[in-house]
């Protein structure tokens, strides 16, 4: 079987999901997405002559810039009030909080360069992993010693990690496809700062309602283009 394109990837994605949203909420249409999307990767995974180095336990990555799409803040909040014992919340509100202050004068490309402790990462572990981003889904690494690396000199943005290419475009046209689809629907598809946009949700429930209103979501939380 031939390997698909990134573009009909996304096409395929598209149409599944702009079809959905005529009935489905954003938060449904994300959590058969999820399920569309770990399929595809896991499938071209199982097929590629590469293999992930990534295991359970290893989060270098989650000390790189987080960011996610508002649909995802949402559901991600949701699962967090639902699963989280008050006293986790309270630990991810105070480093969400701190990793918010230490960002706030840096510029988009200084704040790559610094190492931040995802707020959802607790004793090593993603608590919101069924409905972690399209963008934590899609990383992946062949070689743990980039990731390493990154960690101990975050400075060096020269430095990159190696994914396995086929994954990589199946995993973007897939993401891209969903995104495309919100979008088509009237709904905000800006990718903000994690951190700042999770409390933004967290503590003002105007921001769903702006959401579903087809606004921007977050006042304060930055975007990927602020
Ligand atoms: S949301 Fe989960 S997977 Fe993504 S950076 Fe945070 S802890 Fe890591």
Do not use: W
Request: aromatic share 10%.
């Amino acid at each position: 079987m031939p390997i698909q394109t990134e573009t009909s990837i996304a096409s395929q994605e598209y149409q599944i999901s702009y079809a959905e949203l005529m009935d489905l909420s954003p938060h449904s249409a994300l959590l058969n997405f999820h399920v569309r999307h770990d399929q595809r990767i896991e499938h071209i995974t199982a097929r590629s002559k590469q293999s992930k180095a990534c295991f359970k336990g290893c989060a270098y990555c989650c000390f790189f810039k987080v960011i996610a799409d508002a649909v995802e803040i949402f559901a991600m909040v949701d699962y967090v009030k639902e699963n989280i014992d008050p006293q986790q919340l309270d630990q991810i509100i105070v480093s969400a909080k701190y990793n918010i202050e230490e960002a706030r004068n840096l510029s988009h490309e200084e704040q790559s360069t610094i190492n931040q402790q995802c707020p959802l990462l607790i004793d090593n572990t993603c608590v919101i992993y069924p409905v972690r981003s399209i963008k934590c889904r899609n990383f992946h690494a062949t070689d743990v010693s980039t990731c390493h690396a990154s960690y101990n000199n975050p400075k060096d943005l020269t430095i990159l990690n190696n994914n396995i290419p086929e994954v990589y475009i199946a995993a973007m046209g897939s993401g891209d496809g969903f995104m495309a689809a919100l979008h088509n629907h009237g709904y905000d598809d800006r990718t903000y700062d994690h951190n700042a946009a999770f409390i933004e949700a967290l503590e003002n429930t105007d921001c769903k309602q702006r959401y579903d209103a087809g606004r921007r979501a977050f006042k304060t939380a930055k975007y990927d283009n602020d």
